[in-house]
């Protein structure tokens, strides 16, 4: 099988692109024919080493994958050749990744598409969503009623962020660049302000005088001294980007809140976490609420480009879909 794979860890000029020997499913597992695949930050932080994980080389690189089942396991149940399946759990902990022709993929981490959803549609948004989903559920533990403050959310995990909380009756803020408020209230905000607005923090406080309940900082600036002065008693702040900054914790004021700090990374979720955010996902992907704002669609020999436009970051909340087998005519 053709497919986008490193030998070693490095940088983007490590991804090579040619023949591998197609997988060998285990009893447990599915294989399916990828269509597409994407690239996301985390797909960048494995190929480099920034975050160890188990990995066999040659390894084939990529998180997510859409695709149509192949064969089952002999122990598998629930899929069938033909189905149309997604994935955004490969890559990582042991298992081969999803920029090749085919995947092995465990039975328990595979999920049908919905009907009337194309598979491109699809993959844009299984990943950023299902973090958003675990963030703001698993992690945030978001109630109805609540009031959430998203930090950069016109970007892909952002928007999804306030799409869901929205639908899940939460009282969302967002904070963005300007030109991006719009964007922001159509997507279910409340309230958008612009984050460069030197009257941020007030401005936030007098939309919250209570406080804030979950608070998400999609662009990793993590400044946990204002985060914490807007919190509200029993507030939780999810941590979830900015993997390299040292912020200052004023802990008194925290802890005098009973509030609580969430560091989170989608690496860690279990398969019964992510099949509970892929039942919501798949029940709001046939809505066209959770949907990606922009989509690039990049052959798979461009795996490298992908990767080094990713790092630079000139893709601003555009997502980046690698294709393998003509998904966007599908």
């Excluded at 109630?143 to 939460?170: D, H, K, Q």
């Excluded at 401005?203 to 900082?217: A, E, N, R, Y």
């Excluded at 985060?227 to 900054?245: K, Q």
Aim: aromatic content about 4%; hydrophobic content about 45%; some cysteine.
């Amino acid at each position: 099988m053709l497919a986008a794979y490193v030998d070693r860890l490095g940088p983007p000029e490590e991804i090579r692109h040619g023949e591998l020997p197609a997988p060998r499913p285990r009893a447990d597992e599915v294989l399916v024919d990828v269509l597409a695949t994407t690239v996301n930050p985390v797909d960048t932080f494995v190929r480099s080493g920034q975050y160890p994980t188990a990995l066999d080389f040659p390894f084939v690189i990529g998180r997510d994958a859409v695709g149509v089942v192949a064969a089952a396991g002999a122990d598998v149940t629930g899929f069938a050749p033909g189905d149309r399946v997604w994935c955004n759990s490969l890559g990582h902990d042991g298992r081969p990744g999803a920029a090749a022709e085919q995947a092995a993929v465990p039975a328990d981490r595979l999920y049908h598409l919905p009907e009337g959803v194309t598979p491109t549609a699809a993959l844009a948004v299984v990943h950023p969503g299902a973090t958003a989903w675990l963030a703001l559920f698993r992690h945030g533990d978001l109630r109805p009623g609540e009031t959430v403050l998203v930090a950069g959310a016109a970007g892909n995990v952002g928007s999804a962020l306030v799409v869901l909380a929205a639908e899940a009756g939460a009282r969302v803020i967002a904070t963005a660049a300007r030109h991006d408020l719009t964007y922001c209230r159509g997507l279910g905000a409340a309230e958008a302000l612009d984050y460069a607005d030197p009257r941020l923090p007030a401005h936030l406080k007098s939309l919250s005088p209570q406080g804030i309940d979950v608070h998400l900082d999609t662009s990793g600036r993590n400044d946990l001294a204002t985060a914490v002065d807007l919190l509200a008693p029993r507030g939780r702040i999810v941590l979830l980007a900015g993997a390299c900054t040292h912020p200052v914790l004023p802990a008194g004021a925290l802890y005098t809140k009973d509030g609580s700090i969430r560091g989170f990374v989608i690496s860690r979720a279990t398969t019964a976490e992510l099949a509970a955010a892929a039942a919501d996902l798949n029940r709001l992907l046939p809505t066209g609420r959770l949907r990606a704002r922009h989509t690039e669609t990049l052959p798979l020999p461009a795996a490298a480009e992908a990767h080094r436009r990713m790092e630079a970051g000139e893709l601003h909340g555009r997502r980046l879909i690698l294709d393998i087998a003509g998904a966007t005519a599908r």
